[in-house]
């Protein structure tokens, strides 16, 4: 899928909302690449200087970085793929995130299999791996911060939306009690005959003052 198809199902997939565990796992793979990114130029650098077992770790590395990226811009797997327009201009816009971050990929794969033939370019391909760790660094420190922004923005979002929902339990519940009141005073009224709708008022108080204290409960997580 390229940039197009990204920018066409952008509108569809900010519409979809996404849980806390998703914000996670996202920020979590894009982590990934920024932790792989530099595992994966440390590890090339032994191999160059004859570590056997480096070129492994690098291409593992490697592996890593290129499926957590797919993973953060194709939608599946419970992921929503680029799903705002801040994402959108990282990845695709003037910043390039996208061209720049497979770039760094695609020479780290030139410079491991260099190494690994023992070709006379091995050297200088790692000079530039390394020259570009740094620009890919800030790529990926960027993005990274876009995502551990949305999901700031999304528990904010969750927060407005669960006092709101709360104050329309408050008032149903502000009309149980009234109404559990009411009948009590009725089944006094009513002597013995109202005997066990005064029953039934009780068990109405009662469970107004439970949904009061969830109500707290509520409240006081969802500050």
């Known amino acids: 899928m390229g940039a197009p198809d ?8 900010s519409a979809r909302p996404l849980s806390g565990e998703v914000f996670g796992a996202m920020i979590n793979l894009s982590g990934r690449r920024r932790f792989t990114s530099q595992r994966i130029v440390l590890y090339a650098l032994l191999a160059l200087q004859g570590e056997e ?8 590395a490697l592996g890593l970085f290129r499926n957590a990226h797919q993973a953060l811009l194709e939608e599946g797997d419970g992921l ?4 705002c327009a801040e994402l959108q201009r990282a990845y695709f816009g003037q910043d390039e995130g996208d061209r720049k971050i497979r770039a ?10 260099a190494i690994e033939t023992a070709s006379a370019e091995a050297q200088a391909l790692q000079a530039e791996l390394v020259q570009q760790t740094t620009p890919t660094l800030a790529v990926l420190n960027q993005i990274t911060g876009i995502y551990e922004e949305q999901s700031r923005l999304h528990a904010r979002q969750m927060k407005r939306q669960l006092r709101s929902v709360i104050s329309d339990i408050e008032t149903i519940n ?3 009690r009234m109404v559990a009141f009411n009948a009590r005073i009725v089944a006094a009224r ?4 109202g005997v ?3 029953v039934v008022a009780g068990v109405m108080s009662n ?3 439970e949904i009061d204290q969830m109500i707290s409960t509520a409240l006081a997580a969802a500050e």
């Open 6 to 13: 990204y920018a066409a199902a952008l509108a569809a997939r």
């Open 53 to 60: 077992a480096s070129l492994a770790v690098a291409r593992e």
């Open 80 to 83: 929503p793929g680029v799903f």
């Open 104 to 113: 760094f990929a695609d020479l780290a794969e030139r410079t491991l299999r």
């Open 174 to 176: 502000r009309e149980a």
């Open 190 to 193: 009513a002597g013995q005959a």
């Open 196 to 198: 066990e709708f005064s």
């Open 207 to 209: 469970i107004s003052g």
